[in-house]
């Protein structure tokens, strides 16, 4: 299967995070959700299993930076902030909850329930969305029409990134997603967000590029 990478990008966390399977579910019920931060709350991490990105294991779940959603705010008007927390469990399941802040260091949580601007479409904080199935591909392996920069605009040669593909279950779509990620250490993954390959066709996951690409996530080990 080849996978054509292209300029998809929609914001991270809004509508992409819900709890795993039973074996899971330590950290998908959490009974501090909309207080606790991924990055100090121990009952939030993952331990125990190994998720391999080429020659690279992650043993803890992976967190991003701290970024703006740029196209969402509050009823009031107020920004909102989202770190993301994601890890491949051995059974395929893809973890990805979402957290969300008032202010641009992550540290001030937007409440257990979110108004937003719009049409007062709400949602819980945090949100989660696990997808089924998924796996890495190599990214030498598909065709590729631009070049692929890391996080610090330096290219990145194409076996050295990958795509990771999963079953859409969480949104309630079918078909494939998928997202473009760089293995850089076994202290930082690097990705071009989580949305760019949305659940939105009933087929194999098609993330068409154009232009170059970047990766604009950055997750570093809980």
Same mark, same amino acid.
């Given at each position: ?10 914001? $991270?966390?809004?509508?992409? *995070? ?6 899971? =579910?330590?950290?998908?019920? =959490? ?10 709350? =121990?009952?939030?991490? @993952?331990?125990? /299993?190994?998720?391999? $990105? ?31 927390? @994601? ?6 399941? !893809? ?16 409440? &257990? +329930?979110? @108004? ?6 709400? *949602?819980?904080?945090?949100? &989660? ?6 796996? *890495? ?6 065709? %590729? ?6 996080? &610090?605009?330096? =290219? ?7 795509? !990771? $593909? ?9 078909? /494939?997603?998928? %997202?473009? %990620?760089?293995?850089? +250490? ?37």
């Amino acid at each position: 299967m080849k996978i054509y990478i292209s300029l998809l990008v929609l914001i $991270i966390g809004t509508l992409f *995070f819900t709890s795993c399977s039973s074996d899971d =579910a330590v950290v998908a019920t =959490a009974t501090t959700a909309g207080v606790s931060d991924p990055n100090t709350d =121990a009952t939030l991490g @993952i331990t125990g /299993q190994t998720m391999t $990105i080429g020659s690279i294991d992650y043993t803890t779940s992976l967190v991003s930076n701290c970024s703006l959603i740029t196209d969402l705010k509050t009823k009031a008007g107020a920004a909102i902030y989202v770190k993301t927390q @994601i890890f491949l469990y051995d059974n395929k399941t !893809l973890l990805k909850d979402s957290y969300h802040y008032s202010d641009s260091s992550c540290t001030t949580t937007s409440g &257990s +329930s979110i @108004i937003t601007d719009d049409d007062d479409y709400t *949602f819980s904080n945090p949100v &989660s969305d696990p997808e089924d199935n998924a796996s *890495f591909i190599v990214g030498s392996s598909e065709t %590729v029409t631009g070049t692929v920069y890391d996080n &610090s605009s330096t =290219a990145i040669d194409n076996s050295t990134y990958f795509t !990771l $593909i999963y079953n859409c279950i969480g949104d309630g779509k079918s078909g /494939q997603g998928g %997202v473009v %990620v760089y293995p850089k +250490s076994t202290t930082e993954l690097q990705m071009h967000d989580l949305a760019d390959g949305a659940c939105s066709v009933p087929g194999p996951v098609v993330i068409e590029r154009a232009s170059d690409l970047l990766m604009n996530s950055v997750y570093t080990p809980k």
